[in-house]
């Protein structure tokens, strides 16, 4: 069982799919945030409600969420199929190759 439950969840967004992304995308800033602490660099900001040593950060995520700390907004720059990179501006892979020397 989730706590919060996602009926609750759904009332803070669009569609589910919508705080899928909006979760996710938080979660990653909260991991990059513990990621952070030991290099000095504080560029993310950390859970913004209370949390337990063992809970995850999609965990904590979704408790914000509900909690209403965060709230989603829809981006100007995500077309209508919720992608945020067009073919133009997305960025190129690096699929560029060297061989070892001496092979």
């Not at 589910?16 to 602490?37: D, E, M, P, S």
């Amino acid at each position: 069982m989730t706590s919060p439950s996602i009926d609750d969840l759904l009332t803070k967004s669009d569609s589910k799919y919508g705080l899928v992304l909006f979760a996710a995308k938080r979660a990653r800033q909260i991991n990059a945030y513990y990621a952070q602490l030991g290099e000095g660099l504080l560029q993310n900001v950390g859970p913004l409600v209370d949390h337990g040593v063992q809970e995850k950060p999609l965990s904590i995520a979704l408790r914000e969420i509900h909690a209403g700390v965060l709230v989603s907004t829809p981006s100007d720059e995500a077309d209508q199929d919720g992608n945020e990179f067009s073919e133009e501006t997305a960025p190129a892979a690096d699929l560029s190759f060297e061989p070892e020397p001496g092979a």
